[in-house]
């Protein structure tokens, strides 16, 4: 079992930033691909970004390319989204997800999940 659990969200303005962590713990957390995915009142899941276990990939969602930012330190079992520029349109609850794949950009490919953190951003 790999428990995350998110941190970081609030309300920021149009424009601003800012940056949401994941700390994961259990099993070998530091084995597993790392995701981003958020879902927005009324609306399916959406990919944001996604980074494998050696940091070697990284994918983005069209939506969030150039302004959103995935790392991942292995050492401290945390990953970081730094989202940039924020627009009214990121305004979503923000889930962190491990999964056992290489890298995915799929949610049902990912086995854990964190409960969310909200980000509203205000125009």
């Known amino acids: 079992q790999v428990q995350l659990v998110e941190s970081g969200g609030g309300l920021v303005q149009a424009g601003g930033s800012l940056r949401l962590s994941c700390a994961a713990s259990?099993?070998?957390?530091?084995?597993?691909?790392m995701g981003w995915f958020r879902q927005a009142p009324g609306k399916e899941r959406e990919f944001v970004a996604a980074?494998?276990?050696?940091?070697?990939?990284?994918f983005y969602g069209d939506s969030v390319k150039g302004r959103f930012t995935i790392s991942r330190d292995n050492a401290k079992n945390m990953v970081y989204l730094q989202m940039n520029s924020l627009k009214a349109e990121d305004t979503a609850v923000y889930y962190c997800?491990?999964?056992?794949?290489?890298?995915?950009?799929?949610?049902?490919?990912?086995?854990?999940w964190g409960q969310g953190t909200q980000v509203t951003v205000s125009s």
């Open positions: 259990g099993r070998t957390s530091s084995r597993y691909v």
């Open positions: 997800a491990a999964g056992s794949r290489i890298i995915s950009t799929t949610s049902y490919e990912y086995d854990y």
């Open positions: 980074i494998n276990r050696s940091v070697g990939w990284i």
